[in-house]
């Protein structure tokens, strides 16, 4: 176990509604970062927050938005949902920015259907 | 951008035996680090073993290790004495020093065969 958890664990919705979906970093940990894992790929970089505030962002529409908390718990929230937004939604936990990152925890994820 | 390849879409290993997965990666940049992460069916990316691309030395946690060729851009990664508990899906990741994001290949999915 990493310490990083993810609600939540499944959810199922429907094409143009929205989802809000939840990360705890590890404890002590001030950076997350987002990672949407289509079936069959690897995951691909979403956005990172670091002390709540974005700190770069993939190559995602700006239907993808995210939180960080004073706690440095973050939310990923997608908008107007599309099929091709069904994947697992990952979240990684790490320690700084930059250079001084050096491994990133993994959640379990969060594994979103869009009906 | 950085890429990261790896061909071998399956792999299998009888129990006890030796298996190698093999990645790629294409970068300008002199500085970074390459990992491989485990991905059993519970989902959790699991980290197996770091690389460094300024150590030389090949990096090595038990049963695991790493062939690093700088120049080649390879990063092979070796499980030696395989168990059951090794299936899964390996994901190769490389990270730049600058950069804030990994960039995974498209997964190996090991079997370990009794």
């Known amino acids: 176990e990493t310490g990083v958890t993810q609600s939540p664990t499944h959810l199922i919705k429907t094409r143009g509604q929205q989802v809000t979906l939840r990360c705890s970093s590890q404890?002590?940990?001030?950076?997350v970062s987002w990672y949407q894992q289509a079936l069959g790929q690897g995951p691909q970089f979403i956005f990172q927050?670091?002390?709540?505030?974005?700190?770069g962002r993939g190559n995602f529409p700006p239907r993808f938005s995210g939180l960080q908390f004073p706690n440095y718990s973050s939310e990923l929230n997608v908008n107007a949902l599309e099929l091709d937004d069904s994947a697992l939604y990952l979240c990684?936990?790490?320690?700084?920015?930059?250079?001084?990152?050096?491994?990133?925890?993994f959640g379990q994820g969060t594994r979103l259907t869009v009906v | 951008a950085q890429t990261v390849t790896q061909s071998q879409p399956e792999m299998s290993v009888q129990e006890a035996e030796t298996v190698t997965l093999s990645c790629t990666y294409d970068?300008?940049?002199?500085?970074?680090?390459l990992f491989w992460y485990k991905q059993p069916p519970s989902r959790q990316m699991i980290l197996v073993i770091r690389?460094?691309?300024?150590?030389?030395q090949n990096a090595t946690e038990n049963r695991f290790s790493v062939n690093f060729q700088k120049a080649a851009k390879s990063f092979s990664l070796k499980i030696s004495d395989s168990q059951l508990g090794d299936a899964a899906m390996y994901f190769c990741?490389?990270?730049?020093?600058?950069?804030?994001?990994?960039?995974f290949g498209t997964g190996t999915s090991l079997t370990v065969i009794p």
């Open positions: 990741a490389y990270r730049g020093n600058t950069g804030n994001q990994f960039y």
């Open positions: 927050y670091y002390r709540e505030e974005e700190n």
């Open positions: 404890s002590g940990h001030n950076t």
């Open positions: 970068t300008s940049e002199s500085d970074y680090y």
């Open positions: 990684a936990s790490s320690l700084g920015s930059g250079s001084k990152v050096t491994e990133a925890f």
């Open positions: 690389q460094e691309a300024y150590k030389q």
